[in-house]
């Protein structure tokens, strides 16, 4: 069925869109909203694209790592794979269109280069393509599977938990696939709907045995893929698709690694911490800025990184110095990667805590396409919450 559905939708006319209210909860609320919106009515009109919701802040160039290239994030992933098949005989690519390059051009190039036995397509089916992808791992194969969006990655959910994660305990270590990373777009997109906007991160962070990681930018984006195909462990690669090409900056063009499991402090601060990954980071560095200038607030921004197994550690050092956090993230609130975050740094800094741990997220309802503005944890929600923690 799910096959189906993406066949219908790719092949359907992308002009088109419904404008609709949701039922329940928000079914009066949205249908208030639709009364008041001029750009709609209940005739299909042309889809209205959304401007990005953040604004994306590049790291500063560094040489740290050798030579460098102007490039955006789909081209630094290129890179990484490059890198990849070119130092690692054993390496290959598969997934669904990924020899003519895939949906967003991850993997242009790379069939014509190292031929169609290393970079290949499979059937549209995620629960074959990884379990293809655990066999060539556990084989001795370097196994870097693409699932075409992560909001396809259900049907794979088996694979991932029940066989990828356990496969080094139920064998006592006699056998892993540590060599096995699941690449997929991830995120919102201004457009993308039901199906090509989840974030699913939370729904594998309960699995032991796998390791969770999303970048921010190209240059995070290139050395933590790399550090994901190196690492001896299954990993799940995370890509914010939004940032595919609206993130450009100079990336270093040899191989090079960023460590896993270390979250980035990337300002420095004395009154609030703020936590995110992916996307979500650039709206924290703005809403910093936007409460330094409003509020005289001082905010330390931290970007986690890796969510499985995550860095305790910086958060709860850091706020032991702010007294006070902000957890942010696009999936829904409630079981989010933000609720285990809170739950641990309650637990561990109760007593240097100033206000209430505060978290700012998408809504409990499917990911909407017309109300996506409203959906978004956008700067402007957690610029209010930083202002509601600090009349404490």
Known sequence: MAAAARIFIRGSNPRLSICGAGTGIQ????????????????????????????????????????????????????SALDNTLNNDPTAVIFGEDVAFGGVFRCTVGLRDKYGKDRVFNTPLCEQG???????????????????????????????????????????????????????????????????HSQSP??????????????????????????????????????????????AVEQVPVEAYTIPLSQAEILQEGSDVTLVAWGTQIHVMREVATMAQEKLGVSCEVIDLRTILPWDTETICKSVVKTGRLLISHEAPITGGFAAEISSTVQEECFLNLEAPISRVCGYDTPFPHIFEPFYIPDKWKCFDAIKRMMKY
């Open 201 to 246: 991160e939370a729904f594998f962070a309960h699995c032991p045995g796998i390791k969770i990681v999303i970048p921010r930018s190209p240059v995070q984006a290139k050395g933590l893929l790399l550090s994901c195909i190196a690492d001896k462990n299954p990993c799940i690669f995370f890509e914010p698709k939004i940032l595919y090409r609206a």
């Open 27 to 78: 079914g009066s609320v949205g249908a208030a909203l639709l009364k008041q919106s001029p750009s709609c009515s209940s005739r299909a009109k042309t889809h209205r694209r959304h401007a990005a919701h953040f604004t994306f802040q590049p790291d500063p160039v560094t040489a740290q790592y050798g030579t460098t290239q102007k490039m955006n994030l789909f081209q630094s992933i290129t």
């Open 129 to 195: 393509i990884v379990g293809f992808g655990i066999g060539a791992a556990v084989a001795g194969a370097t196994a870097i599977a693409e699932i075409q969006f992560a909001d396809y990655i259900y049907p794979a959910f088996d694979q991932i938990v029940n066989e990828a994660a356990k496969y080094r305990y139920r064998s006592g270590n006699l056998f892993d696939c540590g060599t096995l990373t699941i690449r997929a777009p991830w995120g919102c997109v201004g457009h993308g709907s039901l199906y």
